[in-house]
């Protein structure tokens, strides 16, 4: 596919805000849906429409099919040793608090570390505090250089023996610094520590492998990658699922219920309870056969060129300075507007047609980090252009000179 | 298509640009803080109530144009009003920027009519007023989300 | 709305299970979805898909928008005292385990007592044991009649001063016994306890409101109730919700986050970390709408000419056992063919094309109460008609010459 | 379509009816226990293994007309046999029940090639056999979910 014809795919960027055409730069948040992904949730409703697994009729097997395919194809796209190691959540931030809660909760004894780095987003922090505060664990938090990239020295040296679970993203949503998760996790694993990558970022933009990471667990969000709202998966290496005990209780994650004992399913349905978000799930079946359409290759060039060429754009215009912007970068551009509030830069991008994101972007202590309560983003996916750049720098300018 | 001419009119940039109230009352009878998750904003509004009288106003804290514009004519309005008339201020405020009808609001008020149409934006103008009215009330910590 | 105009509302039911028309009796497993709901999910990844909450640009505004609509007409069909009483969860399921881990788990201690039945879903039991093995709670099981109906009086001497929490299905998915709820809740708060009522299978059938049943937290399936996958609600009190702790921690839940420490957002935000299902909630919007178009009392009315009819059906066939058929009974029909298994039942009537469930329901208590392992279960919607239960008579006959 | 007269072979339903080989095997050198969730069913299968010889195969428990008759033709299939010669002949069975192409098993099995035609009756089709294939393995509890 070129270019041109990866952005027939997403309905939704053919329209207009007020008389501008739309210019979505607001992946980040959540990516647009192709067509294809659309169709398969409809598909579903009007034609399988039935719920799973313990059904013996027609509706029920098809729709059982094709909600255990597209477990099928997550796992091979994002390099899962086999189906069972992925488990079907609402998103990235619910697979961090099953780990938090299923897995860590028992495990930790008062003076236990847990260690994230500075840039987490409020998802891959909030669980961890809560579970500190449960167990009388200690939350360390390895600093940030000001480029935006990770102090790697100091992560090493906040390593130690107690160190039981190490978390860190592998793509900030928030100034797109992409982790060196693989090496982090080998570091992680020689002090002994269980360890966890928040993919939400990196699944809809470049190659993950999960078992080449070989981190114990795996958040992803399907909703940024291309999918349906509502779905995600934690990715779990087996051998841990299987010692984790189940999170929530109810239908489907028990193999057999009464009042003196309850016994529970298998790995990935243990920790399934409940009906699941089916459509969601087979719409991101229908990802990441879009995904795999494109390839990861094409995505990433395609992204690098259009973050080089965004930078630009953005360091020529007198009074921006880019946030965070380090060698290895996802395409996200975080910027500042001298003298005007990114807010105000918002909703004057907005005016324009173009969509960005303002704020922390849920990650407050990366935004102290800096000195700053907020920022602009504008977060790209493989369905821009770089005229969509030229439209950001326009705006920007445009809000200048409203207000700077 | 709503005008951005209309969310930003020259009084309101002013405002935001070279805000005159900013700082902190003294003597401060009543303090209120204001959370916009939205914006990442804090702002702390500071009070002098005297006889049931608001003598002084004042706010500090980073915020965008509009809550920063916003939070300043509120200083300026509120002055020798009493606590109940800046509830009905903001009642009419209110009206103004998130209503549906015609209000009669003072005229530095009513530039903050093209709001209106920025649903988005109604947060930031109003943010000062709850945190000013939560701190009359009882001095707490108000969020507008 | 007539009941042949409303069945054309379903595209899933205009189908054929090989040459035969679909006949779908499996809606307590799942009802089919209009295709006013299809649309609006459709609708929404077309036109408005963005990130909600946090978002200045006008896609985000109008997700946004649609979003918090969604939770204001839920509010407004259950008798909701306001919008920020609905917390959007999963389902059922996560709702249930939502109270037990955010409400009861912190406050239960040895020896406190849990009161359920012996109809509940295995949603509404194991959630409750995983519970009382983390705290030292013991578990009371109300029983049931041999009409299927609740022991009300053994209901009444079960509850003590030790009871801290009682939860109770408003209908039995397995059997379709109504319970009187109000009535129930206000024996257990005479009682002290903090009631639940586990909604999943009334909503889509019976006039439900929360401020009369007066109980404290009420579990909504979204997907019983004519909405996608993946949806549902957790309505609870405006008090007793802001003394609840969070239960998940993430994006949108909090007000702000440090190191040192987190602030957590008001009601009902606290409770929806991360990126919700958005486009789930606005189906189940479009769903409340589509339930309103139609009004309960003709739905209840429908189903309770179509149970009638359904029971009479059944009882002409020889062999066929009625189980747990109550006077307050909603559209379900369970039921055992003597020297048929379920399982075989299930298969020839599907390849009769009429679509029923088979096994023990996720009830297997309720089973056991009735020495069964299974029965067959046709369980009725709007859009079903009486040709559609002399089907299954006809079916169920066959079945019998096959394999009786 | 699928026939249901392929699934329902009389021989499927007369052992299903009429099982032969219910009952427990003694003396018992393995025992295993099977769960198909979906049914709600259990099996109990109980085998005599003498000089790596199985000698005799029975099974308890209910269960639909395909598991029954699968487990009570297996029982009387498995006598004679080594449990390696169990294992292979399950790929075959696995094979004729779940697999694609053509398969050559022996004719007391091949009475359930219709189930290929109903996805979701295989599990009751293999149940007996995963249960004894473990127990003779192990002993273990085994589900087919
Ligand atoms: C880095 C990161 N982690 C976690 C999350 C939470 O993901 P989800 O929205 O799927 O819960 C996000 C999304 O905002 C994110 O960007
Ligand atoms: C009575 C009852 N409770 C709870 C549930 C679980 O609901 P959900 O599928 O929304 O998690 C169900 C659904 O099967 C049910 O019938």
Redesign the interface.
């Given at each position: 596919m070129t270019t041109a014809s990866i952005v027939d795919n997403f309905p939704a960027l053919r329209q207009s805000i007020g008389d501008k055409s739309l210019v979505y730069l607001d992946s980040a948040a959540t990516t647009q849906k192709p067509q294809s992904v659309i169709d398969a949730v409809t598909r579903y409703y009007e034609h399988d429409n039935a719920n799973i697994h313990r059904g013996v009729h027609t509706l029920s097997q098809r729709a059982t099919q094709s909600y255990e395919n597209a477990r099928k194809n997550i796992a091979s796209l994002l390099g899962a040793n086999r189906p069972e190691e992925v488990i079907f959540v609402r998103g990235a931030t619910e697979a961090i608090n099953m780990i938090a809660q299923a897995w860590a909760r028992p495990r930790l004894v008062e003076g236990d570390e847990i260690l994230i780095t500075e840039m987490e987003h409020h998802s891959n922090i909030v669980p961890w505090q809560i579970v500190c505060e449960q167990t009388g664990a200690i939350l360390k938090v390895a600093p940030v250089l000001d480029d935006g990239s990770l102090d790697i020295e100091a992560y090493k040296s906040l390593l130690s023996e107690d160190t039981v679970l190490v978390s860190i993203a592998h793509v900030s949503n928030a100034i797109g610094t992409i982790n060196p998760v693989q090496e982090l996790c080998a570091f992680a694993k020689e002090a002994g520590a269980t360890t966890v990558v928040d993919g939400a970022q990196a699944c809809g933009h470049l190659q993950v492998n999960f078992q080449e990471i070989d981190c114990d667990f795996y958040a992803v969000s399907g909703h940024k990658m291309f999918g349906p709202t509502g779905i995600g998966c934690l990715l779990g290496k087996y051998e841990v699922l299987q010692e984790m005990e189940p999170w929530q209780g109810g239908g489907d994650m028990i193999l057999s219920v009464s009042f003196e004992e309850t016994t529970w399913n298998d790995v990935p349905f243990k920790f399934e309870a409940g009906t699941p978000n089916i459509a969601g799930a087979i719409g991101l079946g229908a990802a990441v056969q879009f995904i795999e359409g494109i390839g990861y290759e094409t995505m990433v060039s395609h992204e690098q060129e259009l973050l080089a060429y965004g930078r630009g754009v953005l360091e020529n215009i007198e009074g921006v300075t880019l946030v965070g912007a380090s060698e290895h970068n996802a395409g996200v551009l975080s910027f500042t507007v001298e003298g005007v509030h990114p807010h105000d830069v918002g909703t004057i991008l907005d005016h324009a047609g173009v969509a960005i994101r303002t704020g922390n972007h849920c990650a407050e202590p990366l935004m102290r980090r800096f000195g700053l309560s907020a920022t602009c983003r504008a977060s790209l996916s493989v369905y821009n252009t770089t005229e969509d750049l030229d439209r950001l720098g326009l705006a920007v300018q445009e809000a200048i000179r409203i207000l700077g | 298509?709503?005008d951005?001419r209309e969310?930003?009119l020259e009084m309101v940039?002013d405002h935001?640009?070279n805000p005159r109230h900013r700082g902190k009352a003294e003597p401060c009878t009543h303090i209120g803080t204001g959370?916009n998750?939205?914006?990442?904003?804090?702002i702390v509004v500071t009070v002098s109530v005297n006889d049931g009288i608001i003598e002084l106003v004042k706010f500090d804290g980073?915020?965008?144009?509009?809550s920063?514009a916003s939070a300043d004519l509120m200083a300026e309005i509120l002055v020798g009003k009493t606590p109940d008339e800046a509830t009905s201020l903001f009642t009419g405020f209110h009206e103004l920027v998130a209503g549906e009808g015609n209000v009669d609001v003072p005229k530095k008020l009513a530039v903050f009519s093209g709001v209106r149409e920025?649903?988005?934006?109604v947060k930031?103008a109003t943010l000062a007023w709850h945190t000013v009215l939560s701190a009359l009330e009882q001095g707490n910590e108000v969020?507008t989300?």
């Open positions: - | 298509m709503s951005l969310l930003y940039t935001a640009k959370n998750p939205l914006c990442g904003d804090k980073e915020g965008c144009a509009i920063t920025f649903p988005m934006r930031c969020s989300e």
